[in-house]
């Protein structure tokens, strides 16, 4: 009995050690998962181009020639279809501390601006008062040579920024 159970003992260390190094014996008993092929996430794959004559969830507004755009008779007769109400000018002053005030300063005329004299930014104090809305407003969109354009702006924000920028500067 003793001996049986030695027996067996033996035979199980053998077959569960032999489990282990079952592959070195034949690798072509059964295929290795880590021989396969694998799929790594994003490998070699290119972002695909959207499909033609589509437009991106929620529309796109028309586009202008950016150089154009401020002096084209679209953007003349361009009418700010948000009234300059205390929550308009709210939202434009805080807008316009996100995006304007870094070169134009705080109050327009970059007495405190943190970069703008250095890039050739402008005091909109002699420019506001002679533009229309829709000028600003495309202004804002497209930039200029010197200001980039912020087509990321909803255009419902900068209609507020174009009212706020109407009271913070005194005569437009």
Same mark, same amino acid.
């Given at each position: 009995?003793?001996?049986?159970?030695?027996?067996? #003992?033996?035979? &199980?260390?053998?077959?569960?050690?032999?489990?282990?190094?079952?592959?070195?014996? &034949?690798?072509?008993?059964?295929?290795?998962?880590?021989?396969?092929?694998?799929?790594?996430? $994003?490998?070699?794959?290119?972002? $695909?181009?959207? !499909?033609?004559?589509?437009?991106?969830?929620?529309?796109?507004?028309?586009?202008?020639? !950016?150089?154009?755009?401020?002096? #084209? *008779?679209?953007?003349? #007769?361009?009418?700010?279809?948000?009234? #300059? &109400?205390?929550?308009?000018?709210?939202?434009?002053?805080?807008?316009?501390?996100?995006?304007?005030?870094?070169?134009?300063?705080?109050?327009?005329?970059?007495?405190?601006?943190?970069?703008?004299?250095?890039?050739?930014?402008?005091?909109?104090?002699?420019?506001? *008062?002679?533009?229309?809305? %829709?000028?600003?407003?495309?202004?804002?969109?497209?930039?200029?040579?010197?200001?980039?354009?912020?087509?990321?702006? *909803?255009?419902?924000?900068?209609?507020?920024?174009?009212?706020?920028?109407?009271?913070?500067?005194? %005569? &437009?």
């Amino acid at each position: 009995m003793k001996a049986r159970a030695a027996n067996i #003992a033996v035979l &199980s260390l053998i077959a569960v050690g032999g489990l282990g190094c079952w592959e070195q014996v &034949s690798p072509g008993w059964f295929a290795q998962m880590k021989d396969q092929p694998a799929v790594q996430a $994003l490998e070699d794959v290119q972002p $695909l181009d959207p !499909p033609a004559d589509t437009i991106p969830f929620g529309g796109i507004e028309p586009r202008l020639e !950016p150089y154009t755009a401020l002096v #084209a *008779p679209e953007t003349m #007769a361009l009418m700010n279809p948000v009234k #300059a &109400s205390t929550a308009s000018v709210e939202r434009g002053e805080e807008l316009y501390g996100i995006y304007c005030s870094v070169c134009h300063g705080t109050d327009g005329a970059m007495l405190n601006a943190t970069v703008g004299p250095r890039v050739g930014a402008i005091p909109l104090v002699g420019i506001v *008062p002679t533009r229309s809305d %829709g000028q600003l407003f495309m202004k804002i969109r497209y930039g200029k040579p010197v200001m980039p354009g912020y087509p990321q702006i *909803p255009s419902q924000d900068r209609w507020h920024i174009v009212n706020y920028l109407r009271k913070l500067i005194p %005569g &437009s």
